[in-house]
């Protein structure tokens, strides 16, 4: 009788370890997911088409993503991917346990700039300017918004438009319409060739016409009044130079220092890159020169005569039969002593026929095509 209740109690001993070993296991909590990591990090600049990786330190349960299309989970890791809309991306994760909000900026994904030019990044400034020596048509300031672009590095030289008058006769200096120019064009030219030894100046005595011309040949053309401003400016806001709010001779070709134009490059490149924006040589536009156009200019890529870029092939497939003035940008060598002509926001307008002055280039621009 003893020996059965010991082995009575023994089984209900192990009936009760067993119990409760059950218990233990019951009363131990699943662990929950949390977030290590966002790669690229959270913050950062993203490409549309570019895929977003998040970690976890265990396998999220109950996961769910919003302000994204496409994702994945493989273990600890969540893909995110695109293509994602151009502007700010707002993202949130929630799981069981958690949530993790992430944002980016989505920008466009833009190829190298062509040789010889450099990228202006898309995005808004402000045009014009207030200083106690701004003229009139230079007010009022007002916020523009450009979208990215090409532009030359330099102003386009003699030699660069040798190669186009050899490719395109009917531009020859002795074969050019007298209704594309007034007199003057190549003036310093003979023949075909430019003056000795200036093969890298600026090429001069063009009118809006031939640089209207030369640009089309090259796959490129003019840029707007507004395009020309934001890339002089090279990132930076309200300065009277490129550089800042101070000029001497060690900054640009004004004011009759030197007395003739000096080599592209000679002086040292903006915040974008780019030569030669003060002085020099002035600047055609693809503009008509409007002075009042300032005050019912659009905000996006505006460009005067026919209101924005989106318009602007009602210029460039007719330009021979345009009669209206130009706008010109950015000063020459000429420009006497008080500078005024060299600062960023200086507007000029000249007839598109005007060729005679040693003081009157241009350069190029090129569409970032989608």
Known sequence: MKAYINRFTLICLGIAIIFLSGMDGCNTEEELATFVQATPGNGSTIKPEESIIVTFNTPPTGLVVTGAQKFSLSGTSVTITGPFTLGTLNITLRWAGGAQALTYTVEPDIPPPPEGMVLIPEGEFEMGSDDPEARV????????????????????????????????????????????????????????NYPTGKANHPVAFVSWYAAMAYAEWAGKRLPTEAEWEKAARGGKSGLKYPWGNTISSRHANYGRNVGDTTE?????????????????????????????????????????DVNTLSNADLIINDYTNIASLRVMRGGAWTDDGAMQGVRCAMRFGGGPTWTKGNFIGFRCVKDILP
């Open 137 to 192: 048509n230079e007010q009022p300031i007002h916020t523009v918004h450009i979208d990215a672009f090409y532009m030359d590095t330099h102003e386009v030289t003699n030699l660069d438009f040798k190669r186009f008058v050899l490719a395109n006769p009917q531009w020859e200096k002795s074969r050019i319409p007298n209704a594309l120019h007034n007199g003057g064009y190549l003036q310093n030219w003979s023949g075909n």
């Open 264 to 304: 592209v490059g000679n002086y040292a490149a903006n915040g974008y890159g780019l030569f030669d924006m003060s002085g020099n040589v002035a600047e055609w536009c693809l503009d008509a020169y409007n002075g009042d156009f300032y005050f019912s200019s659009p905000r996006n890529n505006p460009l005067s």
